[in-house]
């Protein structure tokens, strides 16, 4: 699986060393029954493939409440795309295709 399961405790450790490796890192809000949430994580898989140097970090809605309410999530499944520590690329509530996000971060490139 191409996700990188995070949660509040190790989130920032993980995300600095995504970063630092000049990674695009996709944040993937979602929870266990959620088939939308299911739905992204087949269309993020696609992108993983697609895109290198793409890091895609799991979070569980169910278990970061606290995650949620720092990025200011109010529904699974939300996408974050980051270019880097300073820079949001998309912040994308409800299901996105894989094309519309490789042309988000390819455009940036």
Not at 77 to 95: E, H, R, S, V, W
């Amino acid at each position: 699986m191409p996700f990188i399961e995070v949660d509040e405790e190790n989130f920032d450790t993980v995300l600095a060393a995504e970063l630092a490796k000049e990674h695009t890192v996709i944040l993937k809000f979602a929870s266990t029954f959620c088939d939308s949430c299911e739905i992204m994580e087949y269309e993020l898989s696609e992108v993983h493939e697609r895109v290198p140097k793409v890091s895609i970090l799991d979070i569980d809605a169910g278990v970061s409440e606290g995650l949620l309410y720092r990025f200011l999530i109010e529904q699974v499944p939300t996408t974050l795309i980051l270019k880097d520590a300073n820079t949001q690329l998309l912040y994308k509530t409800g299901i996105m295709l894989a094309d519309d996000i490789v042309d988000v971060i390819l455009k940036d490139r």
